[in-house]
Antibody, heavy 122, light 107 residues
């Protein structure tokens, strides 16, 4: 079964850092771009970061979010620095099909984890 | 960042109705758009990518169209299980951005 499982969510104080993990199984992990998306309570999803199949190319919404991967462990990570109250959200990792057609590459997040909750509060 | 604006923000329709949701981009994004359905307590589910390509396993009553700045998601015959919130997502530029969502209620 193709699966993603996130972990590492916690209650943390503002200004601290946190590292989230996501482990994939049931597919060749190193063949896929991976993405982190978060969703604050009662809000829509927000794209956070992605990383190419073998790294090191990565993009993020903000420099405080640092995504990395270890294909030997079928894992991606999200380091969040200088946490703020508005970082409170469920953080999902997702697999990107990275579909190629007509000379372009398209994102398509076809497998998602169940998410891990990050709460930032003093 | 590219802004994505969906309309309507919510709708209520009957089983069998044809439903259309529109997503407008603040700039040209080609066909770099996907549609996702989300039900309460679950992660989003991929329906459509590259504006009009149906994801494997998604019922054929769902279809996507558009290019440039205006896109639509159509449900040809609404079913009870189609309730939820629908989001568009542009993947033309970074950061990727979602629309604010359209909540669909099935009467």
């Amino acid at each position: 079964e193709v699966q993603l499982v996130e972990s590492g969510g916690a209650l943390v104080q503002p200004g601290r850092a946190l590292r989230l993990s996501c482990v994939g199984s049931g597919f060749t992990f190193a063949d896929y771009w991976m993405t982190w998306i978060r969703q604050a309570p009662g809000r829509g999803p927000e794209w956070v970061a992605n990383i190419e199949e073998n790294g090191p190319k990565t993009y993020s919404v903000e420099g405080r979010f640092i995504m990395s991967r270890d294909n030997a462990k079928n894992s991606v990570y999200l380091q969040i620095n200088s946490l703020r109250a508005d970082d409170t959200a469920v953080y999902y990792c997702a697999r990107d099909i990275n579909y190629h057609a007509s000379g372009r590459w398209y994102d398509a997040f076809d497998v998602w984890g169940r998410g891990t909750m990050v709460t930032v509060s003093s | 960042a590219i802004q994505m604006t969906q309309s309507p923000s919510s709708l209520s329709a009957s089983v069998g109705d044809r439903v259309t949701i529109t997503c407008r981009a603040s700039q040209h994004i080609g066909s770099d758009l996907g549609w996702y359905q989300q039900k309460p307590g679950k992660p989003p589910k991929l329906l459509i990518f590259a504006a009009s390509t149906l994801q494997s396993g998604v019922p054929s009553r769902f279809s996507g169209a558009g290019s440039g700045t205006v896109f639509t998601l159509t449900i040809s015959s609404l079913q009870p299980e189609d309730f939820g919130t629908y989001y568009c997502l542009q993947d033309y530029g970074y950061p990727r951005t979602f629309g604010q969502g359209t909540r669909v209620e099935v009467k």
